[in-house]
């Protein structure tokens, strides 16, 4: 029991770190890459285009940033899947749709207190982000479950835990953030809602690996 809860213990502990350190560079990493891509792009399109030129920034931002996270949590995952390198790939594309939910979060949060709407008032653009973030938490859950071939069991368990996790984001973005949109306050977010996300994510892991353990 002792040895198990060391090994619980340490493998929490080391996906929590490199999570956090994930999170923090990735979206510092890929807030300068969306910008640098902006001043680019836009020096071959008009004004007209800057909406559009914007999107393509948190694209590529979030990409960046799903990257980093999907490489410094497989530093954790590859002594015990094989073929985990996939985890990345399917961090890149989970983290893009997560990405721009999150921002549609921020967005709708940061409308209801400039016009001086309350949460009742808003309720649709509410519930159209917070039902799009679930259904984003929803796929970066089934293509990470994908990408380690889990079983139904363990993936099941992997995608509610990210339904949950996103959920708890929206709820702290709905009632306590303010005046936060757009590619700026992202990263911010992120980096300090990490630990949250770490958290959970390393308690979840843990019970998949004792599955995988037992089985072998």
Known sequence: ????????????????????????????????????????????????????????????????????????????????????????????????????????????????????????????????SVTSLIIAALVIGILQSLALRFTPSQAALWIVMNIVVFLIAAIIIIFGVRNLAGIYSLPVFLAAYSPIYAAISGVTLIRVLRDLITVK
């Open 1 to 128: 029991m002792s040895d198990q809860n060391s090994f619980s213990l340490g493998v929490w502990g080391l996906w929590m770190l490199l999570t956090v350190i994930g999170f923090i560079l990735g979206g510092f990493v890929g807030t300068g890459v969306g910008l640098v891509a902006i001043s680019i792009v836009s020096m071959f399109f008009p004004p007209s285009a800057l909406p559009y030129v914007a999107d393509g920034s948190i694209v590529a931002a979030a990409v960046v940033a799903g990257v980093m996270i999907g490489i410094f949590q497989w530093f954790v995952l590859q002594r015990w899947f094989s073929n985990c390198l996939w985890w990345i790939l399917a961090s890149a594309f989970g983290w893009l749709g997560i990405a721009f939910t999150i921002a549609f979060v921020m967005s709708t949060s940061w409308w209801r207190v400039n016009q001086s709407l309350s949460l009742w008032d808003d309720r649709g653009a509410i519930a159209s």
